[in-house]
């Protein structure tokens, strides 16, 4: 059986690959310091699969950690996850993004470069594009100068796994820019958990449904979109975790890879309220409020390359992801 170490892998998507890589038929090793998600989540993994995921509580930045990880594994490759990952306090705290991020990540490089196991998934972003630019992007569209921290860490990241493949061209590295993963198992037994007040759409909408939240601030009704509010492209959490697992196959490759993971279509945050609405025969109150800083009016991915090079394309529709979202926050209101 191929191992795979899941850095990050208690998270919200983490977990979803968890469960994907098990039905599979690869192991499941997770390495997560659990500062941002719950033990339980991969106790629900193991319900959904009747498997078993193999649990590290370590940080990547440890390097001691990894002596016993990669000691007692035989490890075939590594999805790399763990990291902070809110816009908002990236801002207010830069160096605790640059330590976690890009200095984890070069600690799990160099243990994996140690241990010649040179194969690698990165979960990178949308954010790494110019998203004042192009509004349909594609895998050669222009990067940008990120608008936070945090999506510096990934444009940093990027770079350093491209450098590291020209150093070394033993290496498998796929880079897997999502676009914006919304969801939940069907199961709704593992779900995306967020600690206070939501920050992202689709957390914001379900707490508002549970009547945890009065309204959903809508952040501005004046962008140049067709109904005025901002757009994106909205992808089932296990759709991206299938991603995940057709981009495995390109460690039999040698090479440096990158792929949207995206739907293709775009959705307004209107469209998104109402669509929900409708999968669900729910209202929900929401008003419009003054634009989020650094939001981007429209983007949404072109992800023909991962249909082409991967076999993969996201099958699941915005009524799917509104309807599985529901479903795990509904019979989860207080998360985990
Ligand atoms: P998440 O916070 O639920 O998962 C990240 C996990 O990493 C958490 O379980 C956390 O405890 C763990 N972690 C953080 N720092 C760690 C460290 N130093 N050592 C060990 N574990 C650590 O977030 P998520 O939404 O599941 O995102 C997973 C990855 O995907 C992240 O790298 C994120 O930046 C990236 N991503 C997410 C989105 C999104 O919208 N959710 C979009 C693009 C990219
Ligand atoms: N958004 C909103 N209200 C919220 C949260 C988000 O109107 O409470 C909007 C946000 O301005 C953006 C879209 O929803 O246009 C998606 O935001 P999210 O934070 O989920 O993802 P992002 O695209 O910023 O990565």
Redesign the pocket.
Known sequence: MKNILVTGGAGYIGSHICVELLNQGYGAIVMDNLCNSSKKALARVEEITGKRVKFYEADIREKSAFDEIFTSNDIYGVIHMAGLKAVGESVKEPLAYFDNNIGGTIVLLEAMKKRRVKRMIFSSSATVYDLGGEECLKETSPLGNSTSPYGRTKSVIEQMLTDIYASDNVWSIVMLRYF?PIGAHKSGLIGENPKGIP????P?ITQVAVGKRER?????GDYNTPDGT?V?DYIHVMDLADGHIKAIRKFEETGLFVYNLGTGCPQS?LEVIHAFERANDLQIQYAIAPR?AG?AAKYYANADKAGEELGWKATRSIEDMCRDSWNWQSKNPDGY
């Not at 920050?199 to 689709?202: T, V």
């Not at 959903?216 to 501005?220: D, I, S, T």
Request: include cysteine; hydrophobic fraction near 40%.
């Open positions: 914006n920050n992202n759409l689709m914001y959903v601030n809508v952040f501005g901002c994106r945050v989020r939001d």
